[in-house]
């Protein structure tokens, strides 16, 4: 079975600095793609950045960045000089390539003060 | 252009009732998605279209659930005897092309109560 797990519930950083969320995941497959959704208050869910579990490179979207270990199944995601508007619940999810569910994480509420 | 669009985007519903929740998702938009997201929790897989085709149910949680897209865009979402476990945001996504690694889009989600 497919599962994803995010470990921190909450966590609060000051206006400007990196903050980095945990992810870890488990699957059987070789094929599959790791997500980071955001979903700020009373707003939609948004895609923030993905990775191919094939590439080794980690991918990069501006501020944010991931550290994508296969061997380790972990996917955290890097934010830098973060901003009030990073204020968030941020989810981790992944897919398969043979099948069609998201599996997501629980979610990691982040806050960010002025 | 417009996004996904969820109507209503909160219904109230006494115990028993039956309701049904549209998803307007992106126009050309081939695959669908719908999630159940409960309070503090991250979304859970209901559903998935591809076109017109239901081609995984699996996360339906009971026979109470049905969803349908009959012509390949608009989908609906009902429940009939509403349950209060069925008290959740219901999450609807869309996706251009249908494989693994296409962003979903995803609606404001429609806030159901069961009292």
């Known amino acids: 079975a497919q599962t994803v797990t995010q470990s921190q519930p909450e966590m609060s950083v000051q206006e400007a600095e990196t903050v980095t969320l945990s992810c870890t995941y488990d699957?059987?497959?070789?094929?599959?793609?790791l997500f980071w959704y955001k979903q700020p208050p009373s707003r939609q869910m948004i895609l923030v950045i993905r990775?191919?579990?094939?590439k080794q490179q980690n991918a990069t979207e501006n501020r944010f960045s991931v550290n994508f270990q296969k061997a380790a199944k972990s996917f955290s995601l890097k934010i830098s000089d973060s901003q009030l508007g990073d204020t968030a619940m941020y989810f981790c999810?992944?897919?398969?390539?043979?099948?069609?569910?998201?599996?997501w994480g629980a979610g990691t509420k982040l806050i960010i003060k002025p | 252009g417009a996004g996904v669009s969820q109507s209503p985007r909160y219904k109230v519903a006494k115990r028993g009732q039956d309701v049904a929740l549209r998803c307007d998702p992106i126009?050309?938009?081939?695959?669908l998605f719908w999630y159940q997201q409960a309070l503090g929790q991250g979304p859970e897989f209901l559903t998935y279209f591809q076109n017109e085709a239901q081609l995984d149910k699996s996360g339906l949680p009971s026979d109470r659930f049905f969803a349908e897209r009959p012509e390949g865009s608009v989908s609906t979402l009902k429940i009939q005897r509403t349950q209060q476990e069925d008290s959740a945001v219901y999450l609807c996504a869309s996706s251009l092309r249908q494989g693994p690694s296409e962003t979903q889009y995803f609606g404001p989600g429609t806030r159901l109560l069961v009292l």
């Open positions: 699957t059987s497959e070789n094929n599959y793609y």
């Open positions: 126009s050309g938009h081939v695959s």
């Open positions: 999810a992944s897919r398969m390539d043979s099948n069609y569910q998201l599996i």
């Open positions: 990775q191919e579990a094939y």
